[in-house]
């Protein structure tokens, strides 16, 4: 079955410190991998995917199959990086059916 | 472009009932998805329109169903509410496999 694992519910970071936000996943197949955002009252929206290798906002993410993870990382958080960051596997149903971790709720303190 | 939009944005419901939820996807995006988020299950894969075409489905009851229009608008109804249906229910309209949300309609069944 799929799955993806988001251990961390809370992450709490000073502004300027690294920043990780773990992701585990378990798929049987090829997996493709995304990070959504959800910023305080806004839309949940893409942040990036492993496909395009593309760094957003300065978060980077690297797709390790060996450890079946996806873990997202920002060398210098800022306030602004506060959100919720939710981790998601496409299924063997194509990317229009995602399965979702729990989410890590980043607080980027000044 | 107009944004993903959910009608209506609240709605409350008493058990039993049965209700019908609205989305009207991004113009040119052919394939709309559901989910149901709550803080116990986190996001959760409903099923997924495709013109007109139910293409994907998740573990959820017969209760949850959808349609979606030739205009790509989409509804889902759910019959016979229960507690545990309250949730945020999203929708999504997708291209090139990335998916845009729409704000949500809140549904609380008492």
């Known amino acids: 079955a799929q799955r993806v694992t988001q251990p961390e519910k809370l992450l709490s970071v000073f502004k300027g410190a690294p920043v990780e936000l773990k992701c585990n996943y378990s798929?049987?197949?090829?997996?493709?991998l995304f990070w959504y955002v959800q910023y305080s009252r806004q839309r949940l929206q893409l942040l990036l995917r492993?496909?395009s290798r593309e760094s957003i906002k300065g978060f980077t993410a690297d797709l390790n199959k060996g450890e079946t993870s996806f873990h997202l990382k920002k060398p210098f958080a800022q306030e602004e990086d506060s959100a919720m960051y939710y981790c998601?596997?496409?299924?063997?149903?194509?990317?229009?059916?995602?399965?979702f971790g729990k989410g890590t709720k980043l607080t980027v303190n000044p | 472009k107009a944004g993903v939009t959910q009608t209506p944005r609240y709605l409350i419901k008493t058990r039993g009932q049965q209700v019908t939820l609205s989305c009207s996807p991004i113009s040119g995006h052919r394939s709309v998805s559901w989910y149901q988020q709550t803080p116990g299950q986190g996001l959760q894969f409903l099923f997924e329109?495709?013109?007109?075409?139910?293409?994907n489905k998740g573990n959820f009851p017969g209760r949850f169903s959808g349609r979606q229009f030739s205009n790509s608008r989409s509804e889902m109804n759910v019959s016979t509410l229960e507690l545990g249906d309250s949730a945020l229910y999203l929708c999504?309209?997708?291209?090139?496999?990335?998916?845009?949300f729409g704000p949500g309609t809140r549904l609380t069944v008492l």
């Open positions: 998601a596997l496409a299924s063997q149903g194509g990317s229009e059916k995602l399965v």
């Open positions: 999504a309209s997708s291209i090139h496999n990335e998916q845009f």
């Open positions: 492993h496909i």
């Open positions: 329109y495709f013109s007109e075409t139910q293409r």
């Open positions: 798929y049987s197949g090829s997996p493709e």
